[in-house]
């Protein structure tokens, strides 16, 4: 599988800040592009998804922001609570979503203070 | 949306001995299974692909004769870690879909 690379690899932000995770790809196949939010010893939940033909897209206080020419994107959670604080993942896959499976980037531990 | 539901939920088993562990889709026509593995602190990683009522795909570095996958039908899929060693301690996690994911079974091997 190709390389998905994540980083911060934690990150603390105040509440009600923006909590920004960035990430890259290597393999421009990739055509869908999630997010994933996971508790421990729970398994993951998306969160937001996006596909190359847009370059952001925004449920709620979850935005994604994708850059094609670059190989990048990043997920920006806005007017972040202590509720947020999770391990964070990108992933990638081709196949349309559905029938491929995903690589996962390494997580991003976030931990919003109150 | 769908539900998937994982069992059990946890297991602890001696090494050399094998474990079961089952993935039902409820509400969810699942023709493809994702299993994924997720060591402590650490990402999520592609175990193999199964396909109702066909053999597993399984990715590279990944024993498909201790990993046995079986998927007989469209709402139940099943892993069974042959001879688990220590080494096998992880989180095991099954996706039909890239929206819906188990909840995860923690396996340690003592």
């Known amino acids: 599988q190709q390389q998905v690379k994540q980083s911060p690899q934690s990150l603390i932000v105040q509440k009600g800040g923006i909590s920004i995770i960035n990430c890259a790809y290597e393999n421009t196949a990739f055509d869908y592009f999630p997010w994933y939010q996971q508790f421990p010893g729970k398994g993951p939940a998306l969160l937001i998804a996006?596909?190359?033909?847009?370059s952001e897209k925004k449920e709620g206080r979850f935005t994604i922001s994708f850059n094609k020419s670059a190989k990048q994107f990043s997920l920006h959670i806005m007017d972040s609570q202590p509720g947020d604080s999770a391990t964070y993942f990108c992933?990638?896959?081709?196949?349309?979503?559905?029938?491929?499976?995903?690589?996962f980037g390494k997580g991003t531990h976030l931990i919003i203070q109150p | 949306g769908a539900v998937v539901s994982q069992h059990p939920s946890w297991v602890i088993c001696k090494s050399g001995t094998s474990v079961k562990i089952e993935c039902r889709s409820l509400d969810f026509q699942a023709t493809t299974m994702f299993w994924y593995r997720q060591f402590p602190k650490q990402s999520l990683m592609l175990m193999a692909t199964s396909n109702e009522g066909s053999k597993a795909t399984y990715e590279q570095g990944v024993e498909k004769d201790k990993f046995l996958i079986n998927h007989a039908s469209l709402t139940l899929s099943t892993l069974t870690v042959t001879s688990a060693h220590p080494e096998d301690s992880s989180f095991y996690i099954c996706?039909?879909?890239?929206?819906?994911f188990g909840p995860g079974t923690r396996l340690t091997v003592l």
């Open positions: 996706s039909p879909d890239t929206q819906y």
């Open positions: 992933a990638a896959s081709n196949g349309g979503g559905g029938a491929d499976g995903l690589t």
């Open positions: 996006i596909r190359p033909d847009v």
